[in-house]
């Protein structure tokens, strides 16, 4: 069956970098859409990033722009999220989210994580 399993949260201080991973299994993963979500609490999920199955493509939302780059390995079925400049506004549980079709579409996920925790604060 479908599994992502992230990893590499934690404790930042702002200005300061984290690293996700997600394992991804069950699926053909360099076949599929990959992106980051996240959700803050008492507000409802956000798409953050997304990468194309074979990793050329790739979106952000406006608010990580130019600091969050997201990529993966395909031979090792890993999905990351390479976080810089973190802000408090970033705190926030984080999954990876797996495609529903071939193309990478904003938002059309079939399969969720069960999340890493990613606070940012001094």
């Known amino acids: 069956q479908v599994q992502l399993v992230e990893s590499g949260g934690g404790l930042a201080q702002p200005g300061g970098s984290l690293r996700l991973s997600c394992a991804a299994s069950g699926f053909t993963f360099g076949r599929t859409p990959m992106s980051w979500v996240r959700q803050a609490p008492g507000k409802e999920r956000e798409f953050v990033a997304g990468?194309?199955?074979?990793?050329?493509?790739?979106e952000y939302a406006d608010s990580v722009k130019g600091r969050f780059s997201i990529s993966r390995d395909n031979a090792k079925n890993l999905l990351y999220l390479q976080m810089n400049m973190l802000k408090p506004e970033d705190t926030a549980l984080y999954y990876c989210a797996k495609g529903r079709q071939i193309l990478l579409q904003k938002g059309d996920y079939d399969y969720w994580g069960q999340g890493t925790q990613v606070t940012v604060s001094s």
């Open positions: 990468i194309s199955f074979g990793g050329g493509i790739t």
